[in-house]
């Protein structure tokens, strides 16, 4: 006998109260089997596929793409012809996918064979194409079919460069104008909807702002210690170690000695707004990616050396700019840094990362005219900018912390006693 069951958003992780539809992968009439990806949600910034809990029908699709979905309410309804059947038999073991489903480990992973060299366009290779969701999303923004696309990545994967060459190829040439140029060309105005990445960064930027008293105050910081002692790390371990890696060592060393860096301000606590200092580091690192900024967490970062703040910061981006980053991996910082000399800013602003304290930015290193024992050398610096909550910190106190950094930058070598 059939029966219809609602399948409800399960808590994707990290006390997460709703996501955001993006594709669904099925349509209503479609028959589904067990653990097939039904839809792709946009949660925390991160883009998690979800899998049928039962096989069946699917009799009702709950939400569109776009539309924002609460945690426990109902997502899709799929018709079980057998309703005696379990839901979803738990096999021997389960990677934790989602809540109560997933796949089994000891069933290998067959990657598609990559395309054949030369692939004639509309010529659609057999079984799944191998890509990444914002590759996906890339290609059918680009109007580039990926089925006809050969993929250069691992296991024959499909990765952004192949989009784009595919996209490019199919542009037509045209021969460089010579006339002399027309009129400028009329646009109409447009309406864009806000979803995905953007809604959630314009909600959480929005709620710092109108929540949060913030103050910036900056500092300039001579840099030719600080390179001399990232070259003389990156010659002891082999690693491509970054000046960024160094200033969170320092800001982690730094909030020894001044721990409101580190904390945050609960105006809705029970019995009154109360100061939560944090007893764990978990340092915010703000990336630039295709989809908008995302700021990936660097876990306890006071028990991690330099080299491995380094490598870790390395993968937590690219999982970012790969859309390979999980809701865990996108929530629970206690502080944010901001590199913002990566795109050659010489300093920024940045608005507090809401519930945090404090947020760091980091401006590019370049030549600039210091005043060295009286005379004026032109030197490697850089400009810190630190944001921080008026509620925690006063100007001197965040005035001294920003300092104590400063001296720890242009000093660098005592952080080598930080474990590697």
């Given at each position: 006998?059939?029966?219809?069951?609602?399948?409800?958003?399960?808590?994707l992780?990290?006390?997460?109260?709703?996501?955001?539809?993006?594709?669904?992968?099925?349509?209503?009439?479609?028959?589904?089997?067990?653990?097939?990806?039904?839809?792709?949600?946009?949660?925390?910034?991160?883009?998690?596929?979800?899998p049928?809990?039962?096989?069946?029908?699917?009799?009702?699709?709950?939400?569109?793409?776009?539309?924002?979905?609460?945690?426990?309410a109902?997502?899709?309804?799929?018709?079980?012809?057998?309703?005696?059947?379990?839901?979803?038999?738990?096999?021997?073991?389960?990677?934790?996918?989602?809540?109560?489903?997933?796949?089994?480990?000891?069933?290998?992973?067959?990657?598609?064979?990559?395309?054949?060299?030369?692939?004639?366009?509309g010529?659609?290779?057999?079984?799944?194409?191998?890509?990444?969701?914002?590759?996906?999303?890339?290609?059918?923004?680009?109007?580039?079919?990926?089925?006809?696309?050969?993929?250069?990545?691992?296991?024959?994967?499909?990765?952004?460069?192949?989009?784009?060459?595919?996209?490019?190829?199919?542009?037509?040439?045209?021969e460089?104008?010579?006339?002399?140029?027309?009129?400028?060309?009329?646009?109409?105005?447009?309406?864009?909807?806000?979803?995905?990445?953007?809604?959630?960064?314009?909600a959480?930027?929005?709620?710092?702002?109108?929540?949060?008293?913030?103050?910036?105050?900056?500092?300039?910081?001579?840099?030719?210690?600080?390179?001399?002692?990232?070259?003389?790390?990156?010659?002891?371990?082999?690693?491509?170690?970054?000046?960024?890696?160094?200033?969170?060592?320092?800001?982690?060393?730094?909030?020894?000695?001044?721990?409101?860096?580190?904390?945050?301000?609960?105006?809705?606590?029970?019995?009154?707004?109360?100061?939560?200092?944090?007893?764990?580091?978990?340092?915010?690192?703000?990336?630039?990616?295709?989809?908008?900024?995302?700021?990936?967490?660097?876990?306890?970062?006071d028990?991690?050396?330099?080299?491995?703040?380094?490598?870790?910061?390395?993968r937590l981006?690219?999982?970012?700019?790969?859309?390979?980053?999980?809701?865990?991996?996108?929530?629970?910082?206690?502080?944010?840094?901001?590199?913002?000399?990566?795109?050659?800013?010489?300093?920024?602003?940045?608005?507090?990362?809401?519930?945090?304290?404090?947020?760091?930015?980091?401006?590019?290193?370049?030549?600039?005219?210091?005043?060295?024992?009286?005379?004026?050398?032109?030197?490697?610096?850089?400009?810190?900018s630190?944001?921080?909550?008026?509620?925690?910190?006063?100007?001197?106190?965040?005035g001294?912390?920003?300092?104590?950094?400063?001296?720890?930058?242009?000093?660098?070598?005592?952080?080598?006693?930080?474990?590697?």
């Amino acid at each position: 006998m059939a029966d219809v069951r609602d399948f409800l958003l399960p808590d994707l992780g990290e006390g997460l109260e709703d996501a955001e539809v993006v594709t669904w992968r099925v349509a209503e009439g479609d028959t589904v089997a067990l653990n097939q990806v039904l839809v792709e949600v946009n949660t925390a910034k991160a883009l998690v596929e979800i899998p049928a809990p039962w096989a069946g029908v699917v009799q009702r699709l709950h939400a569109a793409a776009g539309d924002v979905v609460e945690v426990g309410a109902p997502l899709v309804s799929i018709r079980i012809e057998d309703a005696g059947t379990p839901a979803a038999p738990e096999p021997p073991k389960r990677t934790a996918v989602l809540v109560g489903y997933g796949v089994e480990e000891d069933e290998p992973f067959v990657a598609p064979a990559p395309a054949a060299p030369g692939l004639a366009a509309g010529t659609a290779p057999a079984g799944p194409v191998a890509a990444t969701p914002p590759v996906r999303r890339l290609a059918r923004d680009l109007g580039v079919d990926l089925r006809t696309v050969a993929g250069s990545g691992p296991d024959g994967r499909v990765v952004r460069e192949d989009v784009l060459a595919a996209a490019d190829a199919t542009k037509p040439v045209v021969e460089e104008a010579v006339a002399a140029p027309g009129p400028p060309l009329s646009r109409e105005t447009t309406t864009v909807r806000v979803t995905g990445t953007r809604r959630l960064i314009a909600a959480k930027m929005a709620r710092s702002a109108r929540e949060i008293p913030q103050v910036t105050t900056f500092l300039t910081v001579d840099c030719s210690t600080l390179l001399a002692f990232r070259d003389r790390l990156r010659a002891a371990t082999g690693e491509r170690i970054s000046p960024l890696a160094i200033v969170v060592a320092a800001l982690v060393r730094t909030i020894d000695a001044h721990p409101m860096l580190n904390a945050s301000f609960d105006a809705e606590a029970d019995g009154g707004p109360q100061i939560v200092m944090h007893g764990r580091c978990h340092v915010g690192i703000a990336t630039d990616t295709d989809a908008g900024l995302v700021v990936p967490v660097l876990r306890d970062a006071d028990h991690r050396g330099i080299a491995a703040i380094a490598s870790e910061t390395a993968r937590l981006a690219e999982a970012a700019r790969s859309g390979r980053a999980t809701p865990s991996d996108l929530t629970g910082s206690t502080i944010t840094v901001s590199n913002v000399g990566s795109f050659g800013a010489e300093s920024g602003t940045p608005i507090v990362n809401h519930p945090e304290g404090a947020i760091l930015a980091l401006g590019v290193i370049e030549p600039r005219a210091l005043v060295v024992d009286g005379r004026v050398e032109a030197r490697p610096a850089t400009t810190l900018s630190l944001t921080f909550d008026h509620r925690l910190l006063d100007g001197a106190e965040a005035g001294r912390a920003l300092r104590a950094l400063k001296d720890l930058l242009e000093d660098p070598f005592e952080l080598g006693t930080l474990p590697r």
